[in-house]
């Protein structure tokens, strides 16, 4: 990272061949939507790139500050898609107004709701769920005790259970 501060453009490509598919699918994860994941991903990567000193290494993994920077810059994303949605969409025959709109909208209920949690629950609970790791991998990389981590996924588990039953009720 020391490299990249110093406008190193080799190291900035290792690190971006490194952290790539990890951005890319925790923007996934919270958009739904790969264009505007790869999107985020971009922007994601051209702010370290302009703003690598900004990294502390005392304060956490480069890891850690990559997705922050990334979960953040996809919530952005979709509230701003929230706000404006495009016009055309509610016309397009790709997008029927059937189930799968219920389940797409659900999914986008569930990534709002993980905006609404503590950054320290919403981060384990994306790690685990969307990205399918281990709480152990998730302890490892976030440089936890795994009972904190399991502590997290459980408490932000409760939160979202709480915030969305409302939700459940009105659907099922």
């Not at 898609?81 to 029927?96: E, K, N, T």
């Not at 107004?97 to 709701?113: D, Q, Y």
Request: charged share 25%; with cysteine.
């Amino acid at each position: 990272m020391q490299r990249v501060v110093r406008g190193d453009q080799t190291a900035f490509l290792a690190l971006y061949r490194q952290y790539v598919n990890l951005a890319f699918s925790m923007a996934l994860h919270v958009l739904a939507d790969q264009a505007a994941a790869e999107e985020v991903v971009q922007d994601v990567f051209m702010t370290i790139w302009r703003r690598a000193a900004q990294f502390d290494a005392s304060r956490g993994r480069l890891s850690s500050w990559l997705l922050t920077i990334t979960r953040h810059r996809a919530i952005d994303e979709l509230r701003r898609r929230q706000r404006y949605p495009a016009a055309d969409s509610l016309d397009d025959p790709a997008h029927p107004v059937s189930g799968p709109v219920i389940n797409e909208e659900r999914g986008r209920e569930i990534r709002l709701a993980l905006t609404e949690l503590p950054v320290e629950q919403a981060r384990c609970i994306e790690l685990a769920f969307f990205l399918g790791m281990t709480h152990e991998e998730i302890a490892t990389c976030l440089e936890l005790p795994l009972g904190t981590v399991k502590s997290r996924i459980m408490l932000g588990m409760r939160k979202l259970r709480a915030a969305l039953r409302p939700d459940e009720a009105r659907v099922g």
